[in-house]
């Protein structure tokens, strides 16, 4: 078992999504732990001195002209957890909880937080021992932090509620102070500014947006690969992916996306054979697919920079900042993630246009008038119907990211009597836009299936690239030699997909 250590500056998107599957075992670096006794002993002073700070002797929200008493602290931090864990709707996934409690251990582990180094021991304990809380998915704004699905989280950590425990592979419910006994772990009762630290935060918007970047990733090249799959299968032309063309209009997403469909159709046998056809210009969803798809991939960089900083930023309110002798308790807005919310919103466009394209592309394999081969790939023309269906499922699924693009970012509802008056209702575009990849996954699952069965019906091979991705597809779906159900097969590649092993056809 391989050890992530955690620091507070150096978590990655990968860290995250893999914490699972490659059962890493999370430690706090000593630098972290050093930070973090800084940060702690400050707020003892604070309590000591009987200072008044926000977060650490008041009430929450609208209730922060509330002072309280010394005596009353660790009373108002289990308060304030019982009261916040009120969320609703489906269940998180233990597997997504898990990434929520590893980001919110890095972004304490920074030292800003106030927090007791056993406080987080306790977290990482849960994550090495893959304990669980059931949360509600649904009761975060974005703003606050994702307070009530962090409030549940809280609430495992002080053995109330229910976990979820991993054992002999298969997640099992139980009562949360049982589930910690079996790993002979001891709940926690919050003390000063810590239950407040732990809810605080960003962490469900950054699990969902982790896993929607890293599938995007996979999928964007999956989106060059059918481009280049679906222009073989109609014969149609290689010009408008010459590099001439795209260092004219130099964006570096259409570059990336050309010279991808380049290398996967060189040295095509089909194309050799048309050299001299009438064919010259295809329809956009082939021509122009680069320029679609390159802006795409563009957004998807800087989402990437931009959720890599927030992975490791200090994300709860107040924040400590200390000095040998002195000290500053400073109230601001790390909280508030619009910057997540809007990059959702752009990620669930972008999710629309690439499935919204790649369903063009799929009529015109389906349409014998482009393929020269028999309408919708059957058979027998009439007596059956081919692959007719898996084109309107894939109109379908356009249609439900169509709603899911509708921006998040915009809906506004002012909270806590006016005091938190603008929220980025991030975590519901954040979940938004991880269904909005799976969906996209299916749309180019569907555009493959048909090139791929387009393909197997020309006696020219294909493009290099191609003929690697035509084999490996062949080993999923079998030959169309009579109508069937083609459900598990699209599910089956979407699967693949989304797991990054088309891509990593290619290194």
């Keep these: 078992m391989t050890e992530l250590q955690i620091d507070g500056y150096s978590l990655k998107i990968e860290d995250v999504v893999s914490i699972l599957i490659e059962s890493r075992r999370v430690v706090l670096t000593d630098e972290a732990i050093k930070k973090m006794r800084i940060s ?125 425990v991993l054992i002999d592979g298969i997640w099992v419910t139980k009562n949360a102070n049982d589930a910690l006994e079996i790993f002979d772990l001891k709940p926690v009762k919050f003390q000063a500014k810590e239950g407040l630290s732990l809810i605080n935060g960003t962490s469900q918007m950054c699990t969902y947006l982790s896993i929607a970047i890293a599938n995007m990733e996979h999928l964007v090249f999956a989106a060059d690969a059918s481009v280049s799959c679906s222009l073989e299968a109609i014969k149609g032309s290689h010009s408008p992916f010459d590099p001439r063309i795209h260092d004219v209009r130099p964006h570096p997403g259409q570059r990336i996306s050309a010279t991808r469909i380049m290398g996967f159709i060189s040295d095509s046998e089909i194309q050799k054979s048309h050299i001299n056809c009438d064919r010259v210009q295809d329809a956009y969803s082939f021509r122009c697919a680069p320029q679609v798809h390159g802006p795409i991939i ?150 493959l299936i048909c090139a791929n069965e387009a393909l197997n019906r020309i006696t020219e091979e294909s493009g290099n690239g191609v003929l690697i991705i035509n084999k490996w597809l062949s080993k999923i779906v079998k030959p169309l030699n009579a109508d069937r159900s083609m459900t598990k097969d699209c599910e089956e590649i979407s699967k693949n997909l989304l797991l990054g092993n088309l891509s990593n056809l290619f290194g």
């Excluded at 931090?77 to 409690?101: D, F, T, W, Y």
């Excluded at 251990?105 to 304990?125: C, F, H, P």
Aim: proline share 3%; glycine share 8%; hydrophobic share 35%.
């Design 298 to 447: 563009e957004i998807l960089k800087e989402g990437r920079r931009m959720l890599e900083v927030e992975l490791n930023s200090a994300t709860d309110n107040p924040l400590v900042f200390s000095k040998e002798e002195t000290w500053d308790v400073i109230s601001g807005g790390n909280f508030h993630g619009q910057n997540l919310s809007m990059m959702s919103d752009y990620l669930a466009i972008a999710c629309h246009e690439l499935a919204s394209i790649s369903e063009r592309r799929v009529d015109q394999i389906l349409d014998s008038r482009w393929s020269g081969q028999k309408a919708f790939l059957t058979n027998k023309e009439g007596l059956e119907s081919g692959l007719m269906i898996v084109q309107y499922v894939s109109a379908s699924l356009i249609s439900e990211l169509k709603l899911l693009s509708n921006p998040t970012s915009v809906g506004n509802v002012p909270v806590s009597n006016g005091k938190e008056d603008h929220v980025s209702m991030g975590a519901t575009g954040t979940y938004r836009t991880l269904l909005s990849t799976k969906y996209l996954s299916q749309v180019l699952s569907n555009e």
């Design 40 to 164: 702690r002993k400050t707020i003892e002073k604070i309590i000591d001195n009987n200072n008044v700070v926000y977060g650490v002797n008041t009430g929450f929200g609208s209730l922060s002209s509330v002072t309280i008493d010394t005596n009353s602290l660790e009373e108002l931090q289990s308060n304030l957890i019982r009261s916040h864990a009120c969320g609703v709707g489906e269940r998180m996934k233990p597997e997504h909880v898990l990434m929520m409690m590893l980001i919110r251990a890095n972004s304490i582990a920074k030292g800003y937080s106030g927090t007791r180094v056993e406080v987080i021991n306790l977290l990482i304990s849960m994550i090495n021992n893959k304990i669980t809380p059931v949360i509600p998915r649904i009761g975060s704004l974005g703003a606050s932090g994702d307070l009530a699905p962090l409030s549940h989280l809280a609430l495992g950590m002080m053995g109330e509620g229910q976990c979820n």
